[in-house]
């Protein structure tokens, strides 16, 4: 099992620049791919950007490209999202999860966390 919590402020102007992060326990945390997913309402599940365990490769969704940043410090447990140049259309609750390999379709990762609410105002 591996539980992941998730942190962040949850409330930032847009333009502005936010970071989330991802507290991974239980299992070693080198063993997994982590992965970024967002909810908004009335809009489905979409993939964000992944890591792999070694945190050498990385994988983005075309619109986050160039404006989000992850990385992991596997000595702290940790998986982070810097985000920059926000939207409104950034506005959604955010999920880290954990997988054997690193991916775009949530179906690859097995364990999830409880998500935060990250709110982009005008």
């Known amino acids: 099992q591996v539980q992941l919590e998730e942190s962040g402020r949850p409330l930032v102007q847009a333009g502005g620049s936010l970071r989330v992060s991802c507290l991974a326990s239980g299992r070693t945390f080198s063993n997994y791919a982590i992965a970024w997913f967002r909810h908004a309402p009335g809009k489905e599940r979409m993939f964000v950007a992944t890591?792999?365990?070694?945190?050498?490769?990385?994988s983005y969704a075309d619109s986050v490209k160039g404006r989000f940043t992850i990385s992991r410090d596997n000595a702290k447990n940790t998986v982070y999202l810097q985000m920059h140049s926000l939207t409104v259309e950034d506005t959604a609750v955010y999920f880290c999860?954990?997988?054997?390999?690193?991916?775009?379709?949530?179906?690859?990762?097995?364990?999830w966390g409880q998500g935060a609410q990250v709110t982009v105002s005008s």
């Open positions: 999860a954990a997988g054997p390999g690193d991916s775009v379709a949530a179906t690859a990762y097995s364990y």
């Open positions: 890591i792999s365990r070694s945190g050498g490769y990385t």
